[in-house]
């Protein structure tokens, strides 16, 4: 689309305004006092329960070091995994009161030489640049909302970069939803600046500050796919070249209401939007609440699944499911017939949501037990089918090369002794339904662990996570043979003290 058609196409869909609507633009306007006081609460809770240690606040960047190597590091496995998460959690006497809201703090282990070191760094983006000058929080949060913030006028003036990064060329792409990518470098972590994508192209800046996902996904080729919510309904489309050039952008109107959509899914010739069964109360004193508080779940309103064609980004299909709400999807992938498969961590409600905000003053309750591992099927007569398995799953993930392919394997976190965090690390072999699986114990608070698998060998490689171990208060990167997790790591690298418990990361091979 050019510029002119794709400025022309949003004014005529009324998102002329899109570039300040931003989805927490609520918060701009000051609604309430705080009644409850909650970094007060948490850090009382925090007292009484350790394992709360992992949603403490971080006060500064981690220097590198040299880990701590329990095992061996195989000596084909170079690189750098990089992760992110919310780190800064509280300024002054504030505390955010919904862990999407820190300040995104990125962790990189550098494996070279079967040695390990590790650096963690705040994303000096410019709302963490005026807050850390002022050394408390100057804008209200989706949730939180201050005495007397600034003013919000656009999305990235509150993008937190807090959800998960992806190497794109030399650099980093340090990711939230709201708003633009963050481009940080992927040496020293430094930030460098907010992307206006395709500014060096005929898109100019039109594309400056929508919405862009923090779950993009990579094909094959390079190519980065990716979409974003506008709080409209309305959902940008994006299609990029590997080093992060717009190929294609568009916009389709979905009509969706329900706030939050945070993952999707490509198969070699579609996009897959899948609209959980989501709603955001509009009522004059639900507008008191906060962004993520007014999101509901309706169990008669079922999922949407969007299937948007690759070659042109218009939508040529529509499927419904039974109702449901997953962040996250493993992999999608598309029979010769027009079939197409996907898995999904699907829960029941959305109260995963909203035990996030109880965490954050300190409440345990069961944040991450709820998901269940569902296969859809999708027929080309317009028809759905589902199957839920009897299988604890979160931050599902599979090899890289085979994202949009068909996959054997989906490897993913459960939790067997812990309500507050997964304590498991597993592969699924949907195939056959075996499963592998390691209990990290109830002292562990384990970590998304994503796959390292050499290109056209699954079932292969290494599997490589972190984890929290409660007791020394320290976090290991662990690492698996993908053949034999059930036998634990191979090797593990431990770190002199804990990281905030983060969201999203990838490997970036040497
Ligand atoms: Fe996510």
């Known amino acids: 689309m050019q510029r002119r058609e794709l400025l022309k196409g949003m004014g005529a869909l009324g998102l002329g305004s899109m570039l300040i609507n931003s989805p927490f633009q609520a918060m701009a306007t000051p609604t309430q006092n705080l009644v409850v006081n909650y970094k007060d609460l948490f850090n009382r809770a925090l007292a009484e329960n350790p394992d709360l240690i992992g949603f403490a606040n971080v006060e500064q960047n981690f220097a590198p070091q040299a880990l701590t190597i329990e095992g061996s590091i195989p000596s084909d496995l170079n690189g750098t995994f990089y992760r992110n998460g919310p780190g800064k959690h509280e300024r002054a006497e504030q505390r955010y009161q919904h862990l999407f809201e820190g300040d995104g703090m990125l962790q990189s282990f550098h494996i070279e030489n079967a040695k390990i070191h590790h650096q963690g760094k705040f994303i000096n983006t410019p709302k963490f640049q005026q807050e850390q000058q002022a050394q ?10 201050l005495n007397a913030p600034l003013p919000v006028s656009s999305a990235d003036m509150i993008n937190t970069a807090n959800t998960n990064v992806i190497p794109v060329g030399d650099d980093l792409w340090a990711l939230w939803e709201g708003g633009s990518a963050t481009r940080v470098n992927s040496q020293t972590l430094d930030y460098q600046q907010q992307i206006v994508l395709g500014e ?14 923090a779950h993009p996904k990579i094909a094959a080729n390079g190519d ?6 506008n709080p409209s309904g309305h ?23 329900g706030g939050m959509l945070h993952d999707f899914l490509i198969t070699d010739k579609h996009l897959l939007l899948i609209l959980p069964s989501l709603t955001t109360s509009r009522s004059t004193s639900n507008n008191q609440q906060g962004f993520f508080s007014r999101i509901g779940f309706d169990k008669t ?14 939508m040529t299909k529509q499927y419904e499911l039974p109702a449901g709400f997953a962040f996250h999807y493993g992999n999608a992938w598309e029979e010769r017939d027009g079939t197409i498969h996907f898995d999904a961590s699907l829960y029941p409600s959305i109260d995963v949501l909203h035990n996030l905000s109880n965490v954050m003053q300190g409440k345990m309750s069961a944040a991450n037990v709820d998901a269940q591992m569902a296969m859809f099927t999708l027929k080309p007569n317009g028809s759905a089918s589902h199957s ?8 599902p993930r599979i090899c890289d090369y085979l994202v949009g392919s068909r996959n054997q394997y989906v490897y993913h976190l459960s939790s067997s002794n812990n309500s507050l965090w997964s304590d498991s690390v597993c592969s699924l072999n949907v195939d056959s339904g075996k499963q592998d699986k390691y209990d990290f114990g109830k002292d562990f608070l ?65």
Not at 200 to 213: A, I, N, R, V
Not at 301 to 314: C, I
């Open 446 to 510: 384990v970590e998304e662990h994503i796959s390292v698998c050499p290109k056209n060998k699954e079932g292969t490689g290494y599997l490589i996570g972190t984890a929290l171990h409660v007791p020394s208060k320290r976090t290991c990167l662990n690492i698996f043979k993908v053949e034999n997790i059930a036998d634990g790591p191979i090797a593990r690298a431990w770190l002199s003290h804990h990281l905030p418990l983060g969201f999203h990361g990838n490997f970036n091979a040497a």
């Open 200 to 213: 060096q192209s005929k898109y100019g800046t039109s594309l400056k500050g929508l919405p862009f996902s």
């Open 301 to 314: 309103l079922p999922m949407r699944v969007l299937v948007v064609s690759k070659s042109d980004l218009t």
């Open 235 to 257: 959902i940008v489309l994006y299609h990029l070249s590997a080093n992060g050039q717009v190929k294609n952008v568009k916009i389709v109107d979905a009509k969706y209401r």
């Open 224 to 229: 980065i796919w990716n979409f974003g919510l």
């Open 136 to 145: 408390r929080f100057l804008y209200s949060a989706p949730d939180t909302k």
């Open 388 to 395: 839920l398995l009897a299988i604890n799953s979160e931050f």
